[in-house]
């Protein structure tokens, strides 16, 4: 079944699951490297949870190195376009979004968060996958 995948739609899942470990052991460039090739390939595939989810990733990965406002932006635009899909929210990521939201919010402080968010909310899905690769 998966030879005959043209697309390699597994590819890319795999990947992503290859950076979230990365990430979650400390493999910074490890892990932007493989979630990057990850989302080219979603990207590629026109594959819209799998780029959905790859902001998700980003958001992971910056917070991990203390990029607070990122994180926090990319998580309001994957919870935004999540929302806009009707997808629930993975429960295999709980506790990371609640990782970055609180430790975001933290950092940050209330107003310096809720303006990340805010500018989070505002961007479609191609202008979050654009700054989740920037």
């Known amino acids: ?24 052991r400390g493999e910074f460039e490890e892990a932007k490297e493989v979630l990057t090739e990850s989302l080219k390939l979603f990207q590629d595939n026109q594959d819209t949870s799998g780029k959905i989810r790859s902001l998700l990733a980003f958001s992971w990965l910056n917070a991990k190195q203390g990029f607070w406002e990122k994180a926090a932006t990319l998580l309001a635009a994957e919870e935004l376009q999540r929302e806009q899909e ?26 310096e968060f809720t303006t990340a968010w805010a500018a989070g909310e505002k961007m479609n899905l191609e202008q979050a996958v654009a700054y989740a690769r920037s």
């Open 1 to 24: 079944m998966l030879q005959q995948d043209a697309r390699r739609s597994w590819l890319p899942w795999g990947l992503h699951w290859k950076g979230r470990i990365a990430t979650g």
């Open 86 to 111: 009707s997808s629930p929210s993975p429960p295999d990521w709980k506790q990371e979004i609640e990782f970055i939201k609180s430790e975001s919010r933290a950092s940050l402080g209330d107003s």
